[in-house]
């Protein structure tokens, strides 16, 4: 059974960075998908960043593309999975998710079984 758990969330200003963690243990991520979410007040549950383990490939949405990036980090019993954003925008804001599904996940949240339990984003003056 996968557990994931996110950190790093905080309050930046416009232009400013953070980076988040989504540390994953309990079973290999070798045949997964490994998929950052965010939502918003009011929106729906957003794919934006997708790793696929096995080939190393990442894709980014549009509002994302050259300002955010994916990468992991593994060791003998656990990944991490970062995403580091930079140049953040007020319209980032969001409860940011990691989620991990089977090999073929794309971006919709339905595909995936294991989620974090989320950290705040909030991009303001």
């Known amino acids: 059974q996968l557990q994931l758990v996110e950190s790093g969330g905080g309050l930046v200003q416009p232009g400013g960075s953070l980076k988040l963690s989504c540390v994953v243990s309990g079973a290999t991520l070798d045949d997964k998908v490994v998929t950052w979410f965010r939502q918003a007040p009011g929106k729906e549950r957003e794919g934006i960043s997708l790793?696929?383990?096995?080939?190393?490939?990442?894709?980014?949405r549009p509002s994302v593309q050259g300002r955010f990036t994916i990468s992991r980090e593994h060791e003998a019993t656990k990944d991490t999975i970062h995403l580091e954003m930079n140049s953040l925008k007020p319209e980032d804001t969001a409860v940011y998710f990691c989620?991990?599904?089977?090999?073929?996940?794309?971006?919709?949240?339905?595909?995936?079984?294991?989620w974090g339990q989320g950290t705040q984003v909030t991009v303001s003056t």
């Open positions: 989620a991990a599904g089977p090999w073929g996940s794309s971006w919709q949240p339905d595909q995936y079984p294991y």
């Open positions: 790793m696929i383990i096995r080939e190393g490939g990442t894709y980014y």
